[in-house]
């Protein structure tokens, strides 16, 4: 059963990966979310998480901090700090940093 619950950042919660690292803060595992997601990311310059994805469920990626480049849908889109991308179910997306220092974002995905 989902509860309503305040998740701090807690490095020790990191999943440390090759260009950075993922805080997960809101989820099924964290309080019993059931549709929703939450986690930040950090990663380094010229690299990204992971190839461009796609999946079921809409999601929306907020950069914090830094410069990089949104791919949606096969195109590319410069971006930097507070900006939104939405991107709905199925298409392919993606986030590569293409600054000098890192790059912060928040990652807000509907769970299908």
């Given at each position: 059963?989902?509860?309503s619950c305040i998740v701090p950042w807690n490095e020790a919660a990191a999943r440390r990966h090759a260009a950075g690292f993922m805080m997960p803060f809101v989820n099924r595992e964290s309080c019993g979310a059931r549709q929703i997601t939450t986690h930040v990311s950090v990663i380094d310059p010229g690299?990204?998480?992971h190839p461009p994805h796609e999946h079921a469920g809409e999601e929306v990626m907020f950069l914090l901090e830094g410069?990089?480049?949104f791919t949606v849908a096969g195109e590319t889109h410069p971006v930097g700090p507070m900006t939104a991308l939405f991107c709905p179910e199925h298409v392919l997306h993606g986030l590569r940093n293409t600054?000098?220092?890192p790059i912060k974002y928040v990652v807000f995905r509907v769970v299908a």
């Open positions: 059963m989902p509860t690299q990204t998480a410069n990089g480049e600054g000098a220092a």
